[in-house]
């Protein structure tokens, strides 16, 4: 089946809005807005600038969107030949692009990059960026993954995520085809042990999505006005929770300084 005729087009407006909030968390963590008026953080309006929610929903919809169409064709998993080229076109998709970003940033700090003075005033954590120097040992250290808080590229951590669990996808929807009660326990017990089990959680929802997309269109269509309200309603309340969901599940801090910075919204720098 062709890209096209597997794109989902109402993804593309909920990726947009994602992109929005993380646009607006980091400008929120930038100014910090909100000295007087902490109680917005805990109102609905934190779904605008929720940065850490839409990580997760890009996440999940990189485990819906790679998964489905391993659901719906009939080619096999875990063919060598097939999975070599998924390999390299996952790679060849983020990589690249991530060392050029890399590499011009570097070359921008040092060519333009000057510290400036602001109303309102720049917050630590802004004042934190661009610090480095762009040696080599940066570069290696960023080019690999390596658990280094990135100064140029805050966000950076992000596509070490998504090239990781990319990568398990098919791994991951044979072990759902397997047992799919079993997949979910071992990982919501890897997200309480590892720094980056709860990012195995977020691609695994999405590859359950698509497992169930058939019974959950069916059963979303038997619904009233009313109950769709609520089914829609439902993730927004998830979300609210997310602030006692990131206090209670220690593998959501990554152990990098960035996770040590975080201000008294509980906003962590990405």
């Not at 902490?38 to 779904?47: D, E, G, L, R, T």
């Not at 983020?94 to 333009?112: E, T, V």
């Not at 998830?238 to 975080?262: D, H, M, V, W």
């Amino acid at each position: 089946m062709k890209e096209q005729e597997r794109r989902v087009g109402y993804l593309d407006s909920a990726r947009g809005l994602a992109s929005l909030a993380v646009v607006f968390g980091h400008f929120i963590l930038a100014f910090d807005p909100y000295g007087t008026i902490a109680w917005v953080h805990y109102s609905p309006i934190h779904i605008l600038y929720d940065g850490f929610a839409a990580v997760s929903f890009f996440f999940v919809l990189s485990g819906f969107i790679l998964s489905s169409k391993y659901f719906n064709d009939a080619a096999p998993i875990l063919d060598l030949a097939a999975y070599s080229s998924y390999v390299v076109k996952r790679v060849f998709r983020i990589y690249p692009l991530y060392i050029f970003l890399i590499l011009a940033s570097i070359a921008l700090k040092l060519l333009f990059f000057r510290q400036i003075s602001t109303t309102p005033a720049l917050s630590s954590w802004l004042h934190s960026m661009w610090t480095e120097t762009g040696s080599l040992d940066y570069f290696l250290s960023k080019a690999y993954f390596l658990p280094r808080r990135s100064t140029f590229i805050p966000q950076a951590w992000t596509l070490g995520i998504e090239l990781l669990f990319s990568l398990m996808i098919p791994l991951d929807v044979l072990a759902v085809r397997c047992n799919v009660f079993a997949t979910v326990i071992i990982i919501v017990i890897a997200m309480f042990f590892t720094t980056t089990g709860v990012f195995a959680l977020h691609f695994l929802t999405g590859i359950l999505v698509a497992y169930y997309s058939d019974s959950i269109s069916k059963y979303m269509s038997s619904l009233s006005k009313g109950g769709e309200m609520v089914c829609l309603a439902a993730p927004l309340v998830f979300i609210r929770c997310g602030i006692l969901y990131r206090n209670i599940c220690p593998s959501l801090e990554l152990q990098t300084a960035s996770s040590k910075t975080k201000n008294s919204y509980g906003l962590s720098p990405a």
